[in-house]
């Protein structure tokens, strides 16, 4: 089977569209750019597919909304324009998507929410909802309280941990060239595509080392970097061309468009292995036999009904122990309550939760892709 097959039979998927692509030279937003690629991710969601959009472009829509004709040197003036622009930009998505009856929803993240556990399974259960309903996320970076995005342009890096974060079958980076070639194709004319590689080849660095374009801040590098970020749950990245005609329709569609960056194991390898291996147990629910059962079968959540007995203290979103009555450990996963809570709904059906905690986060203590079966 083609690696290509992957893009065709992706459920859930990650768009990144660079500044270098999505400003009419640097003078505000091209909007009807940004129309096309509306269309071609509607037609993927009524397809079935769940797109979430990492969008760059404030700082480009703030400067011309202020009249400011060159990008500003100063950080907090970088910030400023990032925050009238980011008002410009969402309004554009949220049209643009109203002309297929949908509705943008705006996440503004920085990459310190995403390492804090508890803020990643917070922005991870808003971005499913969303989702859920249909709803098509447009992320960016929140760049009011962070700099260091704002002055590495680093939306590809946000790109990938959104991918991670929503567990997406892949990323698909939109720039202004036809993916990455083995040489700065602005430098070297004869520089040419390449088409497929393995995310963790060293080579890659060599080729992207050229810098970024006029309007963009990472250039190539961050792209590969972030591949390699993907990858590390398991998806796919392209890198690819924005303005070729209907690019997202034709390469979900199968075509070889772009630069295709693939993981070295699949998805549920992946997360696995990183649960199993980056995080220390910081409590333990001792399970009935009936839950026991399901989750050993695979491909169940854990209710708070079939938890007997909580030790330890932990909060939301850290690694807890599930043992079975005799205390051999079973499973392990990320929990959704923190010990006290879940010492208050253990063992009650998940109807209840609302009324024991005045209020419900998830129906589940532990979601099936937060856990490991040991
Ligand atoms: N090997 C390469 N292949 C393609 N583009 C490269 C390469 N090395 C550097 N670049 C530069 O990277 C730029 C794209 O990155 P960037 O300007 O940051 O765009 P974006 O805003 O889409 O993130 C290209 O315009 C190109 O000049
Ligand atoms: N968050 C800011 C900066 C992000 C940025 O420049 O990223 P990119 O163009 O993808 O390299 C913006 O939206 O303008």
């Not at 924005?242 to 329709?249: D, Y």
Request: charged share 25%.
């Amino acid at each position: 089977m083609s690696e290509r097959s992957q893009l065709s039979q992706a459920r859930r998927l990650v768009v990144k569209i660079g500044s270098a692509l999505l400003t009419n030279d640097g003078q505000g937003l091209d909007v009807d750019a940004l129309g096309r690629w509306v269309d071609q991710i509607s037609a993927l969601i009524a397809a079935g597919v769940e797109v979430v959009v990492v969008s760059s472009g404030s700082v480009a829509e703030g400067m011309s909304r202020l009249g400011w004709r060159s990008r500003p040197e100063q950080l907090h003036e970088l910030q400023a324009a990032a925050a009238v622009g980011q008002m410009g930009l969402v309004q554009t998505w949220q049209d643009q998507f109203r002309r297929h009856g949908r509705h943008a929803a705006q996440i503004l993240l920085t990459h310190d929410d995403l390492s804090d556990r508890k803020r990643y399974l917070n922005a991870r259960s808003t971005l499913r909802t969303l989702l859920d309903y249909g709803v098509i996320p447009i992320v960016n970076e929140n760049d009011t309280v962070v700099t260091d995005e704002i002055r590495f342009g680093d939306n590809d890096t946000l790109g990938a941990l959104v991918a991670n974060l929503i567990e997406a079958d892949g990323l698909i980076i939109l720039t202004d060239q036809l993916g990455l070639f083995d040489q700065d194709p602005r430098k070297n004319p004869d520089a040419s595509l390449v088409l497929e590689r393995k995310a963790g080849d060293p080579e890659l660095d060599v080729m992207a080392a050229g810098g970024a374009g006029v309007l963009g801040r990472g250039g190539m590098l961050t792209k590969v970097r972030a591949a390699r970020l993907a990858a590390r749950s398991g998806a796919f990245t392209v890198i690819v061309g924005g303005r070729i005609e209907g690019v997202v329709s034709r390469l979900v569609g199968g075509e070889l468009l772009g630069t295709l960056l693939l993981p070295e194991q699949g998805r549920i390898a992946a997360r696995k292995q990183w649960l199993a291996s980056h995080l220390k147990t910081r409590g333990v629910l001792t399970l009935d036999a009936g839950a026991v059962k399901v989750l050993c079968r695979g491909g169940r959540s854990l209710l708070p009904v079939g938890v007997k007995g909580v030790s330890g203290q932990f909060r939301r979103g850290e690694m807890v122990s599930c043992v079975d009555e005799g205390g051999r450990e079973v499973a392990r996963g990320l929990v959704n309550y923190g010990s006290d809570e879940a010492r208050a709904i253990a063992g009650r059906s998940s109807d209840r939760i609302q009324e024991l905690l005045g209020y419900i986060s998830d129906e589940e203590i532990i979601h099936r892709d937060n856990m490991v079966i040991v």
